[in-house]
């Protein structure tokens, strides 16, 4: 009789190992860290390795884009605000401007935008994958893409993929 427990214990300890290897490469829905809500992150592209920058411009509505990532410019610094359902606004730490689109159309531009922390355009879900972050929309479920490596680069919403994703996976450091 102790023997069949202890062997039913190693035979359950085997099934579990071995659950944890099947287990999923993303998770269903990934809040980011408690302590990346209390302050400000950058968002640094996987592919490209330059930051999620917004222009110091008053002016709402510019598109955002990507630059050499720089400890002290606080157009690269963005705070994540908890909504509803799990998704976030990405408020810029330097003013009350948001990242939102304003099109349901695939490839158009991200936009810093006045805050509207009702808006659906404004609000993002983040998806943990090995490679990092996937940042998609809640109105469009289109997903935060860098396009192109340059200085200045666009930062698009585009059909979340898995073929190539790393110019849409970024990570919040």
């Given amino acids: ?13 085997v099934l579990m190992a071995g659950a944890a290897v099947l287990a999923p490469a993303t998770s269903a829905s ?43 410019s606080p157009q690269q610094r963005w705070e994540l605000q908890p909504r509803f359902g799990g998704f976030y606004t990405v408020r810029s730490a330097t003013g009350n401007r948001c990242l939102g689109v ?24 983040f998806t943990n994958t090995f490679t990092g972050q996937q940042v998609r929309n809640r109105l469009t479920n289109r997903c935060l893409t860098a396009q192109g490596f340059g200085p200045f680069a666009p930062v698009v919403q585009s059909n979340c993929s898995f073929v190539f994703p790393l110019a849409q996976r970024w990570r919040l450091v």
């Avoid at 805050?115 to 993002?124: K, S, T």
């Fill in 102 to 125: 304003n099109s349901l159309f695939n490839n158009t531009p991200v936009r810093s935008e006045m805050c509207n922390f009702f808006a659906p355009d404004q609000q993002w879900s």
């Fill in 1 to 13: 009789m102790r023997m069949s427990v202890r062997l039913g214990g190693s035979i359950a300890a």
């Fill in 30 to 72: 990934a809040a980011p860290q408690q302590t990346q809500l209390q302050q400000s992150v950058r968002l640094r592209n996987v592919l490209t390795g330059n930051c999620l920058t917004r222009t110091g411009s008053p002016v709402p509505g510019l598109p955002v884009f990507q630059s050499g990532c720089t400890f002290f």
